[in-house]
């Protein structure tokens, strides 16, 4: 006689229905621990939890979730006297003090309520002023990042993105006309404008053409020099600049933007902005993203990091927990800032020299550290994880110092961190990484394809990009006192490591990458063995690796644990030792042994617990491969 809203972890449940007969069923059973009403001040985030006589009755933007099966008409009549500015689907936009929204958390359909968050897009600046100087037309290969990242391995062996197309949600493109853009964008397939009264997907900053330049730029203006990831990618933009605003505003239903590109065909969609506030929470748009994606598994949503790095308690070392929403969220693959490779052009300042530097990074090592003089460091700015309920992010690294792509012709535009020449500028930031993480995808996606997998899955894609990444641990400054990465891989400064698509689309003829689509249900085990041998009776590998990831169900913006499905992964060697990480944490894993006797290994997927899968399963990516020497 209950409805079942959602799953909060680990083993409880928001129902609709009578509490007496709640308790009377709990008095029943031995197996129903608690029986308790959806109390209101479990509905509000961090901001509500301390009101002050200042700021109680300050009017604010308030963003408001109710519970699925629940309609929203109805819920929005009982908002008395609080001003309405937008509802769809499962939101409600709200103009409302913070007293007022103590009253709505009473109200029986609402799930959870935050301050409507400032967004922004991740472009890195030190000052406040607009880059319109001429940093330098250098040429050494490095320009664009891609190097670093070994894509031009990935592009020799013929992957460069054909037949997949990526989509990216920013400030806009260029023109907003297919037939004007810039000449380098000659793979575009169209628009929409997102952002609010926004009526064109022209760019008026500048941030989204230098984006969307870094995944599909054919370098036609550069003889070459500067491309994006995967230049041969067909590409959609959504542009999310507001004409009222003068900034970008997010729509309100994330879900239907993301499922706007995916009916184009997109299966990458890459994003470069978030919230600045609440650092490390899994908020609704956290929940919004993974929702999405677990309905839509195909496709593959990126999100920066965000530039929140810095180290406040002055010991040489970047602080933990400052990463953005929504790439808090689950089932996005989240990206930091590594350095690029740029001792000459673009901006070279020590990052104690920049602005606020000797509050942000004034110690050593930090302080005397270049933008982009180590491929092996990773950005001071860029923000570093866990989130709140102590999950890896983010999962991976990519270029983000000093990165030149396209220049947008809109008379307003930006010149970002300054003149490259007059189709191109510099930029950084988590903004830069993270388009071309989302280049590498889509080349990873058509190197799966070749494989065998015709329609890779979002877990599919991840798990290869997180499998084949470089180890750039202990960093660039080495071990001892400020060392920047504390452990080898996985950790919350660089994720797996660093982009390398090399491995990515050469896993080789012993690699198995499994998409199973299917999955496992709770006590259910998969295994797959893969061989290592010795040639002519000599070793020739280190070692083997296995890596899981799963698209999981969302969680509550409510709950302190977000993980809902439980997959564990176990590799037990031809001696019978067994490893396992017992994660119960993250959605993804990766089990390495450097060291171990030839012979073959049995790698097992678990499924520990899987209260909300699809047809009570849940669906895996697992990739294994051997690591030679």
């Not at 080349?443 to 877990?459: D, F, H, K, W």
Request: glycine share 10%; proline share 4%.
């Amino acid at each position: 006689g209950f409805k079942v809203l959602q799953y909060l972890p680990e083993d409880a449940l928001i129902v609709r229905g009578s509490l007496a007969k709640a308790i009377q069923v709990q008095q029943a059973r031995k197996d129903i621990y608690a029986v308790s009403e959806y109390m209101g001040e479990w509905k509000l985030s961090e901001e509500f939890q301390s009101l002050s006589v200042l700021d109680q009755k300050a009017q604010v933007l308030i963003h408001i979730r109710i519970l699925p099966h629940t309609n929203l008409e109805t819920v929005v009549s009982q908002m008395k006297s609080i001003e309405v500015l937008a509802s769809q689907g499962r939101d409600i936009l709200v103009r409302a003090n913070k007293l007022q929204a103590l009253k709505v958390a009473e109200l029986t359909g609402v799930e959870f309520i935050q301050l409507a968050p400032e967004i922004t897009t991740f472009t890195f600046n030190d000052d406040d002023t607009e880059r319109d100087e001429n940093l330098g037309e250098t040429k050494t290969g490095y320009e664009s990042g891609t190097k670093v990242m070994n894509l031009d391995k990935a592009w020799e062996r013929g992957f460069t993105g054909r037949g997949q197309t990526v989509a990216m949600a920013d400030t806009g493109l260029d023109t907003g006309a297919v037939n004007t853009l810039h000449r380098d964008l000659t793979t575009v397939i169209g628009g929409e404008a997102v952002g609010l009264f926004g009526e064109s997907w022209e760019d008026p900053q500048g941030h989204g053409t230098h984006v969307a330049g870094s995944v599909v730029g054919q370098g036609i203006l550069s003889e070459g020099l500067i491309k994006g990831g995967a230049y041969n990618s067909s590409f959609f933009a959504q542009g999310m600049w507001s004409p009222m605003l003068n900034n970008i505003s997010v729509p309100f239903d994330l879900k239907g933007m993301f499922l706007s590109a995916s009916n184009k065909g997109a299966r990458v969609h890459t994003n470069s902005w978030g919230a600045v506030q609440n650092l490390g929470a899994y908020d609704n748009f956290a929940a919004s993203v993974d929702e999405f994606m677990f309905n839509n598994p195909e496709t593959l949503v990126i999100f920066a990091a965000g530039n929140s790095g810095q180290d406040a308690d002055k010991d040489g070392v970047i602080d933990p927990g400052s990463v953005s929403s929504p790439g808090t969220a689950k089932n996005t693959l989240t990206v930091g800032a590594s350095e690029n490779f740029m001792t000459e052009g673009g901006r070279l300042k020590a990052c104690g020299e920049m602005r606020e530097g000797d509050k942000k990074w004034g110690v050593e090592p930090l302080k005397s550290d270049k933008l982009s003089d180590s491929a092996d460091g990773v950005a001071c700015f860029s923000s570093r994880g866990p989130t709140k309920d102590s999950r890896i992010k983010p999962e991976i690294v990519a270029p983000g110092t000093n990165i030149v792509s396209l220049r947008s012709k809109h008379p307003k535009a930006t010149r970002l961190w300054g003149i490259y020449n007059e189709e191109y500028s510099w930029a950084g930031g988590t903004s830069m990484a993270t388009p071309l993480t989302a280049g590498a995808a889509a080349v990873t996606r058509e190197y799966l394809q070749s494989r065998g997998l015709s329609n890779p899955t979002a877990a599919a894609v991840k798990a290869t990009l997180i499998h084949s990444a470089t180890d750039i641990f202990p960093g660039q400054f080495g071990k001892g006192q400020g060392q920047e990465i504390p452990t080898q891989r996985p950790n919350n400064v660089e994720g797996y490591g660093r982009v390398n698509m090399d491995l990515a689309t050469n896993l080789g003829v012993q690699a198995q990458v499994i998409d199973e689509k299917a999955g496992l249900a709770t006590s259910e085990t998969k295994s797959y063995n893969l061989a290592l041998r010795g040639r002519r009776g000599m070793r020739n590998f280190k070692g083997l690796r296995a890596t899981l990831v799963y698209t999981d169900a969302p969680a509550a913006a409510s709950s302190a644990k977000t993980l809902v499905n439980n997959l564990d992964l176990e590799v037990v060697d031809p001696q019978g030792k067994k490893y396992s990480l017992n994660d119960s944490t993250n959605n993804s894993e990766m089990i390495e042994i450097l060291d171990g006797p030839t012979g073959t290994y049995s790698i097992q997927v678990k499924g520990i617990n899987v209260p909300q899968g699809k047809a009570g399963k849940q669906p895996y990516a697992l990739v294994i491969s051997p690591v030679r020497f």
